[in-house]
């Protein structure tokens, strides 16, 4: 049995979970919005006294596969209309910074002209001041958990971190392997 299909999911007071048994599709309501995911027809759900349990019918392959992933993306769901869902990014660089135009992010990353980002829908950024000595920070938040983690991607792909000085965006606590250079290749 998998060990996170088992788990209940702890509905919180404010949170309603709604199923529509003809098409599987899951609607979380909460204070911060509301959000609707598409879960496999094989998969059941059993609801009470504040937590909801998803139950598989079978063990076959597609219904174990399907059964822990349910789970944790309802559960992502009921995190993101509570508390919502933040990835943070470090640029480090000189010379490379970001700032807000409207609701868009426009980045000057080093190329002849500024990246501008625009956030999807549900999906907003943040530019916390900037401390000297610090690299910037880009926070990118939102309820829905993949559209967050999509936005930070590409918004990462403007500039990936280089290996030889580590200049570029990055995510917080991301480390980079640096290589060695031409002079302390060449010294060995």
Do not use: C, W
């Amino acid at each position: 049995m998998s060990r996170i299909g088992q788990a209940p999911i702890t509905v919180p007071s404010g949170v309603t979970i709604s199923v529509d048994e003809a098409t599987n599709e899951v609607t979380v309501k909460g204070p911060k919005g509301e959000l609707k995911q598409h879960i496999a027809r094989e998969l059941s759900f059993k609801q009470e006294d504040g937590k909801l349990t998803v139950e598989r019918p079978n063990n076959l392959r597609r219904a174990r596969s399907q059964h822990g992933l349910a789970r944790t993306l309802i559960n992502n769901m009921v995190e993101g209309v509570t508390k919502g869902h933040m990835k943070t990014l470090e640029i480090q660089g000189v010379g490379y910074r970001a700032q807000m135009q409207g609701k868009n992010l426009l980045l000057n990353m080093g190329y002849s002209h500024p990246v501008v980002v625009e956030p999807s829908k549900g999906v907003t950024f943040e530019l916390p001041p900037e401390e000297r000595g610090k690299s910037q920070q880009i926070r990118i938040v939102g309820i829905d958990k993949a559209a967050v983690g999509q936005i930070a991607a590409d918004v990462r792909k403007v500039r990936k971190p280089e290996p030889y000085k580590g200049k570029g965006i990055r995510y917080q606590g991301e480390v980079i392997k640096l290589k060695a250079g031409k002079r302390a290749a060449a010294k060995k």
